[in-house]
């Protein structure tokens, strides 16, 4: 028993006050025998007494019987109280407290990993890792303008809330009843109409706590939320989009709209500070994925921040960029090398090591689709960067990565990495590169 909570609750010396306990025990236990043995000698007993204590046998056995017995209905006692101590720690019918115990004690000693995007993509991701480390760490765009979001930071004042809530419910350690009361969105009421519940509630705490970084603090303890969630910058961004053709569009939701190739991106204002938090855990990281997401609307706007980028390059950890699986409207026609390019043009070359790729391209796209599967190409191969390619697309939407899949190919990597480091895959896959180019096999 002591093992499994000093496993739940390291450095609290539960050993030594257990071996006190059992101590103390054991004294009264031999106060007991001796009051006994004491009865024994000079009260008389009545005859069935001695049936009851197996006098017929001989005192070896009768002790080894009684030790038997009693560690028998000691290990029953302390099964049973260790699952009554630990039942709050039970979720969704799981019933292996120790196997519970040993994956909440390894996420502890998990790697540290900052996850940088938004939207969807993020949440995706954020959902794999958290079975991994609860040293979790997403960094999110606040360039969203669009829907719910967008309603409330015109009319509040306020960070838009839509990607936070999306992490929140994707790091949340809950019922599925309050992730789905969160992701709920009103379909009725002038007012609410489009409003989903985890925006309110997220702006609900915003007027009671006094600031944004507390709402998310407060709201990520009330949904048990593994790790921690912060904005890129606290400043009013803007985020605008110049086309190929020298139109120009203002705003996260209308880039899309366009249906144009882009350009370039930028924030207005051009330089806003970088949220500390965010900064600090970019520095302490073992690991960054940046990615997967929106290329030019949830990515980059974290990294136009430019703390944020240059903090990226001064941290000594491994550095992953996510390819996204499908093309989107902002990024009609790319395949993985005009990804990395729209990297090296906005923050510059090699932000990042490696480029995790999808490898099956062996599903249907609906054909009235108008997205793509992002493939690879030579060029991007032999572009310098370290190209991973890992079976990581879901099955059941194709155009969206599979948290799980996902995350394991990321920790494969992670683990792999003081070997990958000396080697970058040139687009042959045979013998040791085959190995290392592919992180599915």
Not at 193 to 222: D, K, P, Y
Request: some cysteine; aromatic content about 8%.
């Amino acid at each position: 028993m002591s093992s499994y909570l000093k496993l739940l609750y390291p450095g609290m010396h539960i050993k030594r006050w257990l071996v006190l306990l059992l101590v103390g025990i054991t004294l009264i236990s031999l106060g007991i025998a001796y009051l006994i043995v004491q009865m024994y000698r000079t009260q008389p007993f009545p005859w069935y007494v001695g049936y009851l204590t197996l006098q017929f046998i001989e005192r070896p056995i009768r002790g080894a019987l009684f030790i038997t017995v009693g560690a028998i209905v000691s290990a029953v006692a302390i099964l049973r109280l260790n699952h009554s101590i630990l039942a709050p720690f039970l979720t969704n019918g799981q019933e292996n407290i120790f196997e519970i115990i040993h994956q909440h004690r390894r996420r502890q000693r998990g790697p540290k990993i900052v996850a940088i995007g938004g939207g969807t993509g993020l949440s995706t991701l954020l959902r794999g890792l958290k079975e991994y480390t609860d040293n979790l760490t997403a960094i999110v765009t606040v360039a969203d303008d669009g829907g719910s979001s967008g309603r409330l930071r015109a009319e509040l004042g306020i960070p838009p809330p839509g990607d936070f809530r999306q992490c929140l419910v994707a790091l949340a350690d809950v019922e599925p009843l309050m992730t789905r009361l969160f992701q709920y969105r009103f379909t009725e009421g002038q007012a609410l109409e489009g409003h989903s519940f985890g925006n309110l509630f997220i702006a609900a705490m915003i007027a009671i706590t006094g600031n944004f970084e507390r709402a998310i603090r407060e709201s990520s303890r009330v949904l048990a939320v593994r790790g921690q969630i912060v904005p890129s910058t606290l400043e009013n961004v803007t985020l605008w989009a110049e086309f190929e053709d020298g139109v120009v569009a203002r705003g996260e939701s209308s880039i899309p709209k366009e249906h144009k190739r882009v350009r370039r991106v930028f924030l207005q204002p051009a330089h806003p500070a970088a949220y500390p938090d965010a900064i600090r855990a970019i520095l302490e990281a073992d690991l960054i994925v940046i990615g997967p997401g929106s290329l030019f609307t949830s990515v980059l706007p974290n990294l136009l921040v430019e703390d944020i980028a240059r903090s990226i390059r001064s941290s000594r950890a491994m550095k992953v960029y996510v390819c996204n699986v499908a093309t989107e409207a902002e990024t009609d026609g790319f395949y993985v090398m005009d990804h990395i390019r729209a990297f090296e043009q906005h923050v510059g070359p090699h932000l990042f090591q490696y480029v995790l790729v999808n490898s099956n391209l062996n599903v249907n796209l609906s054909p009235s689709a108008p997205t793509r599967l992002v493939t690879l190409t030579d060029e991007a191969a032999n572009s310098g960067y370290n190209v991973i390619l890992a079976d990581v697309i879901d099955p059941v939407e194709p155009r969206r990565h599979n948290p799980k899949k996902l995350a394991l190919s990321l920790m494969r990597l992670y683990e792999a990495h003081d070997h990958l480091d000396h080697a970058s895959w040139n687009g042959r896959e045979t013998g040791e590169e085959r190995t290392l180019a592919r992180v599915d096999r």
